[in-house]
């Protein structure tokens, strides 16, 4: 089991940058593929950014894409989403995920086996 706590959520006006934080407990977190997700009211769940294990491969949806990094450091079991040029339509509540069922970098939210709370980004215009 893992639990993830996210963290860093927050208010910004549009143009301006958050860093989303995401702690696991236990000694695995380096066996899980890691992901953001967000949702806002009345939508989908969807995708915004996954990492590998090691960090070494990455995926991005393509509204976030050159704006947002995703980043992991497996000595601390945390993985950062820093959201660069935010926009309005970025305002949702984002959830981290872990996959210890693959190795694969997955966009679906299904295929994650453990979710965070979620934090709250507000993007004013």
């Known amino acids: 089991q893992v639990q993830l706590v996210e963290s860093g959520g927050g208010l910004v006006q549009a143009g301006g940058s958050l860093r989303l934080s995401c702690v696991a407990s236990?000694?695995?977190?380096?066996?899980?593929?890691m992901g953001w997700f967000r949702q806002a009211p009345g939508k989908e769940r969807e995708f915004v950014a996954a990492i590998s294990r090691a960090g070494s491969a990455t995926s991005y949806a393509d509204s976030v894409k050159g704006r947002f990094t995703i980043s992991r450091d497996n000595a601390k079991n945390t993985v950062a989403l820093q959201m660069n040029s935010l926009k309005p339509e970025d305002t949702s509540l984002y959830y981290c995920?872990?996959?210890?069922?693959?190795?694969?970098?997955?966009?679906?939210?299904?295929?994650?086996?453990?979710w965070g709370q979620g934090t709250q980004v507000t993007v004013s215009s």
């Open positions: 995920a872990a996959r210890q069922s693959s190795w694969l970098v997955d966009p679906t939210p299904g295929d994650y086996d453990f």
């Open positions: 236990g000694r695995t977190f380096s066996r899980h593929v």
